[in-house]
């Protein structure tokens, strides 16, 4: 009997999980997430609506697989190389200016402000615990921040970088201290220290070990030939090692949350950022089966007439949505010291967004006894109202689509090879800045500086000097290779510039400029690369070797949402420009009839100038306000 049950009750789910996204796809006025739909019709189905789904072993061990997933593929965003920059680009700026510090005092000043709150709430008896409430209240939710912002084109920018630290920072310190605090509850103070840290040391051997192995060529070759569609092994590999660190930390007896979060972590060291097809597959798993049922269950399980039935739970809930705002508008005042009051209140908006860790923290903290059913049930409802309505507070502040324009190029490094560059992109009208001239070119009126080449904390400033704040590319080749990559990470890091190309001369080089996220070119690669197309595709090396005399060939990124989900052939652009691939997600695709369009493509466009031109206005136009 309880077979059937649990299998009508999986077909429901399944059902309404594949339901919720179609239904909210058709509301236009409000972008409502897909979690929420499936919260609400987890409720519709469970014991505040029709009752027709009970928990059952199975259902239950599925939904708590897919809280474990959840937890792993959050950890997969957390991108170490942001929350611990390297030196060289905090260099030269005063300490109340860099992002980092923002963002931790920013946390840091979150938790005094929920630790008092809670205090308040716990003197007028509405809860128990305001240690554990308060760090409830101080979570922020990656998945919102991150897709917004990649919505509103702003996410390579400063502003929208300093954001995504603050939102790391307090999903990855909320996380450990929550789950060291909730232990407590179970063991004694001591005992649970020293698990923790024995979980954390494995945490940094296990960082140690995978940054290792995925430099070793055989590792690699491996995990290329059993890539194949029925081996999959990087994805049972993934999947083994988040139960591997579960397990590890139900053994210790630590939060297995905690384990999944750090499995996330090490798995995103272990294969990188640029890996998007892994991680799509990895999506595809968790967001396609297990994390949906999971998010309904929480809506089967939450019972609406507690709200009613106890004391003073409907007045706990404005004031927990008060204090959620509170919490996060006030430390947000800190980005005052980089951006205006507006784009400082915006960003504590998007902080203010809750989602996955919330009601993951609150569902825990009431197994354990920490706070009660009333006081579970008006955090859910937190979530849902703070991660519907901040995304669109943003909006409202938020700089506009793409951020501030950005235009010119900066060439750091001027020899040979680059001198012809900055001759050919002057001769097409390009803004451009040189530093590090020798001494016959300092003259140019285009020699705006020198780059010292030894991790001086000029540096930060010759570039400032230089538009580096609203540059629209970078190209460094200077002959001092660390002075190569630090400038690369300086540009990205510091300044926000969406395009950096740097000259490598070996592998290690290449290797740590690609993991950067910097295009690397590899002087004597390119030469062979260029032969070999002039030998075989005479005619297409011609086109480009000459296109300023009767073709032009430009990228622009598809911003214009009248284009969204059109297919290439019912698109009509000026003239006689013409679409030669599309780069989507680090991936290049060969465009054909059928091929749909994409918000953030990558476009790349071929014909004449004007049309060319055009084109790129049109496909560019952001959605007006």
């Known amino acids: 009997m309880h077979e059937h049950q649990a299998i009508f009750s999986l077909l429901l789910i399944t059902v309404l999980a594949f339901l919720v996204p179609a239904l909210l796809s058709r509301v236009r006025r409000v972008t409502i997430p897909v979690v929420i739909g499936e919260i609400a019709a987890g409720i519709l189905i469970g014991t505040s609506g029709l009752n027709i789904v009970h928990p059952t072993p199975a259902l239950e061990f599925l939904a708590e697989f897919g809280f474990v997933f959840l937890m792993f593929v959050s950890g997969m965003e957390v991108n170490l190389s942001t929350l611990l920059p390297a030196g060289d680009t905090e260099q030269g700026r005063p300490l ?130 059993l890539s194949s569609a029925t081996t999959q092994i990087r994805i049972r590999g993934s999947i083994a090692l988040m139960v591997a660190w579960v397990a590890l930390a139900q053994l210790l007896g630590i939060e297995i949350i905690l384990g999944a979060f750090l499995a996330g972590v090490i798995a995103s060291i272990i294969v990188g950022h640029e890996e998007h097809l892994f991680r799509e597959k990895l999506d595809a798993i968790g967001y396609g089966f297990f994390i949906p049922i999971f998010f309904i269950m929480v809506g089967a399980r939450f019972d609406v007439t507690v709200l009613f039935r106890t004391e003073g739970a409907l007045l706990l809930l404005p004031v927990l949505i008060i204090a959620a705002y509170v919490i996060k508008l006030l430390p947000a005042l800190l980005f005052r ?86 001759e050919r992109l002057t001769q097409e009208g390009e803004e451009v800045s040189v530093l590090a001239c020798p001494d016959e070119y300092a003259g140019k009126d285009y020699c705006k500086g020198t780059i010292r080449g030894t991790g001086d904390e000029g540096d930060y400033e010759v570039l400032a000097q230089a538009g580096a704040a ?96 059109r297919r290439l052939k019912e ?14 997600e680090g991936e290049v695709i060969v465009p054909h009839g059928d091929t749909v369009f994409r918000q953030g493509d990558v476009i790349m466009l071929l014909g004449n100038h004007d049309d060319v031109k055009q084109a790129k206005a049109l496909l560019n136009e952001p959605a007006r306000r």
Request: aromatic content about 6%; proline content about 4%.
């Open 571 to 584: 698109i009509h652009l000026p003239g006689n420009a013409l679409v030669m691939g599309i780069r989507r």
């Open 470 to 565: 609203t540059a629209a590319a970078l190209v460094t080749a200077l002959d001092d290779r660390e002075a190569n990559i630090r400038i690369c990470r300086l540009a990205m890091e510091g300044f926000g510039i969406p395009v950096v190309v740097s000259r490598a001369d070996d592998r290690p080089a290449m290797r740590r400029l690609k993991d950067l996220g910097a295009r690397v070119i590899q002087p004597a690669l390119a030469t062979a690369i260029a032969l070999e197309g002039a030998l075989l595709y005479p005619a297409a090396f011609d086109m480009i070797v000459e296109h300023q005399d009767n073709a032009d060939i430009a990228e622009t990124t598809l911003r214009n949402p009248r284009f969204e989900g």
């Open 96 to 225: 109340i200016r860099r992002p980092l510090v923002i963002a931790s005092s920013g946390f840091i000043l979150t938790l005094a402000c929920a630790f008092i709150i809670s205090l308040l709430l716990a003197r007028f008896g509405l809860i128990s615990h305001p240690l554990i409430v308060a760090l409830i209240l101080s979570t922020t939710s990656l998945g919102i921040v991150v897709p917004v912002l990649k919505e509103q084109g702003i996410i390579p920018t400063p502003y929208g970088q300093l954001i995504v630290t603050a939102a790391l920072i307090a999903d990855f310190a909320t996380l450990v201290l929550l789950s060291l605090v909730f232990g407590f509850f179970r063991e004694s103070v001591t005992l649970e220290v020293v698990l923790f840290l024995t979980l954390l040391a494995l945490f940094g051997i296990a960082l140690r070990v995978g940054r290792l192995a995925r430099r070793l060529p055989q590792v690699k070759d491996l995990l290329e030939d």
């Open 337 to 422: 010291v980089l951006f205006s009051w507006r784009e400082s209140i915006a960003a504590g908006f998007l902080l203010s967004s809750r989602l996955s860790l919330i009601i993951a923290a609150a569902a825990l903290a009431f197994k354990i006894g920490a706070i009660s059913e009333a006081v579970n049930a008006n955090l859910l409802l937190v979530a849902m109202v703070t991660c519907t309505v901040s995304p669109l507070l943003f909006q409202r502040g938020a700089p506009a689509a793409g951020g501030a324009v950005r235009s010119g190029i900066i060439v750091a490094g001027l020899n040979q090879l680059t001198t012809l560059l900055v």
